[in-house]
């Protein structure tokens, strides 16, 4: 038997969604954009940066979760380059990351199956944002760079609650990593794959990239 | 199977379907466990603190079986050299015996002595640094790590699943050949849960059995209560916290200990109290594996005194015991009464038959 509390969260959902039907709530559904510079970001191709040189992405995934659709994802773009979240009354409700109860859950499956590369085994827990990929700088000097963001234990933790809001119609939900990478090569180097203070620092700067967005 | 409530493929309602699952999970360990015991033995547990973990027996017997012939068999390793066997040995109580650092395939040398396995149902973190938090995912280290098996759990999946042994034996634990990530790790977290060690004489007497400690022995426990006990605290003889006993790290194998898991200052050379059951034959000893012999240990609180102690050992641990010749020899006398042979040579815990 569910426990009540489960059994609510049925009902409201069931509610929520029979709303949405009804058109008594506005609902929207909205394409991620992952960009840098402008332009969305393909795998295994050069994107030139406004500050100049390029950075080549090889690998990017991480752990999403959009609140009003009640839906995780793991966004990689390796596999798929279409998600789509759910607007409702001009908001978004985003989890970056994974909570700590998914962290200390042992084996799972699904997104969650450690076949997936995003669980760091001498330190339990998920890498929540996991990007490599190569920055030419200025000088065509090719820097390759690894960066796995996790951590879940305070105060290092870097699961993330993201509201977005746009009285517009916005078209998408962009997820702008300009300044991520400003940030990772000016202040953190081409490395991190552990769990501390950089991991925290560059979570939140990140999390500073989802915008809703018009279509260019 | 029963870990299949908490399978996450659709993620609906996610966060309320973990809370359900744990509260199935938990509830369902409560009492299992106790079945792979003699009755008065599974007297004696419940006299123990509630364990973390359980097992569901004898309706997981087939997992704890797929989990045994697994921890035994080498192809988890890259090369198929090396099993969990080989660093944790059933005579040596699931210890790696007269090797200070454990080694993987190509005599690969780790940082750290392998510790014993045993009553894992009551560990809350796993490893000397306390950085694995929850079971399941332990062997997914020594199967990966470059010192060790030095493998990937793809390649050692697609082993498992080309093997009609083993497609068989996860018919019979999981009602499918198909072996993923969750019927390794599940079927793996069911043997290691197996390991119970409750039947040494220390066991007999706190059970009020025919058994009495020796006067020797009975000195020795007193020392044992008045010096050690608040960290290897009874029955499991381990509190199962990261704590620093003083002892300064090696020069060529520094180690920091959990400070390297939380980054936290106060963590710095701390490590997981072990247990001291089956302590006789877990040797060598410390997070280094740098004393060979037991009384080494007594000696090195009995009589060492540093600055570094001083500076980093807990608050009880900072000042030498200063014990009497007599008194280590009592403390030993203890110890050794520690020695479960039930569990040592206990077949149900040994190489799988073919």
Request: proline share 5%; hydrophobic share 40%; net charge neutral.
């Amino acid at each position: 038997m569910l426990p009540q509390k489960d059994i609510d969260v049925a009902n409201y959902s069931f509610i929520f969604f029979l709303l949405i039907g009804l058109g008594a709530v506005q609902a929207q559904e909205i394409h991620l954009d992952i960009t840098c510079n402008g332009s969305s970001i393909g795998l295994h191709r050069p994107i030139p940066l406004s500050e100049g040189g390029s950075i080549q992405v090889d690998k990017l995934k991480f752990y999403l979760r959009d609140s009003h659709a009640n839906k995780m994802y793991l966004v990689d773009l390796e596999k798929d380059t279409n998600y789509t979240l759910l607007k409702v009354e001009g908001t978004v409700h985003l989890e970056l990351g994974t909570d700590s109860l998914i962290n200390v859950s042992g084996v799972l499956s699904g997104p969650f199956d450690p076949l997936e590369g995003m669980y760091w085994a001498w330190n339990s827990g998920y890498i929540n944002f996991k990007c490599e990929g190569k920055y030419t700088d200025t000088q065509a000097v090719v820097h390759p760079f690894s960066y796995h963001l996790g951590g879940y234990q305070d105060p290092f933790q870097t699961h993330r609650s993201l509201s977005l809001k746009s009285n517009a119609a916005a078209e998408h939900c962009e997820l702008a990593l300009d300044s991520w990478f400003l940030h990772m090569f000016s202040q953190v180097g081409f490395n991190l794959m552990s769990p501390g203070l950089a991991a925290v620092n560059a979570m939140d700067v990140l999390s500073l990239g989802f915008n809703l967005a018009h279509e260019k | 199977m029963r870990w299949m409530s908490y399978h996450l493929v659709s993620i609906w309602p996610m966060k309320s379907s973990f809370v359900v699952s744990l509260l199935l999970i938990l509830s369902s360990c409560a009492v299992g466990w106790l079945h792979f015991h003699a009755p008065n033995q599974q007297t004696y547990l419940q006299t123990w603190p509630k364990p973390i973990y359980a097992l569901n027996l004898p309706a997981d017997s087939n997992l704890v079986e797929l989990g045994r012939h697994l921890f035994y068999d080498p192809i988890l390793s890259r090369d198929s050299s090396i099993s969990c066997s080989s660093c944790h040995l059933q005579y040596t109580g699931f210890a790696h015996v007269d090797h200070a650092l454990s080694h993987g395939i190509d005599s690969r040398i780790g940082a750290r002595n392998a510790p014993t396995l045993v009553n894992l149902a009551w560990m809350p973190i796993m490893h000397w640094d306390g950085g694995v938090k929850h079971i399941d995912l332990q062997p997914l280290n020594p199967i990966t790590h470059p010192l060790e098996m030095d493998n990937t759990l793809e390649e050692v999946l697609k082993r498992l699943n080309r093997s009609k042994k083993y497609q068989q034996l996860a018919r019979n634990a999981a009602g499918s050949v198909e072996i993923g990530s969750v019927v390794l790790f599940k079927s793996l977290r069911y043997f290691l849960l197996s390991l119970i060690s409750a039947d040494a004489k220390y066991d007999a007497v706190m059970r009020g059995l025919h058994e009495q400690f020796t006067e020797q022995e009975l000195s020795g426990y007193k020392l044992f209560k008045r010096h050690c006990v608040s960290c290897h605290q009874e029955p499991l003889l381990t509190d199962n916290t990261l704590r620093s006993n003083g002892i300064a790290p090696d020069q060529t194998n520094p180690d920091k200990g959990a400070y390297s898991i939380t980054l936290n200052a106060s963590d710095l050379y701390r490590f997981k109290v072990p247990t001291l059951r089956n302590i006789a034959f877990t040797f060598p000893y410390m997070h280094d594996g740098r004393y060979a012999k037991l009384k080494d240990v007594i000696n090195f609180y009995s009589d060492s005194a540093s600055a570094f102690r001083l500076q980093y050992a807990d608050l009880k641990l900072k000042q030498p015991f200063n014990f009497s010749a007599t008194e280590k020899k009592d403390l030993l006398a203890f110890l050794y009464t520690l020695t479960d042979k039930t569990f040592l040579f206990n077949p149900k815990f040994g190489y799988p038959q073919p």
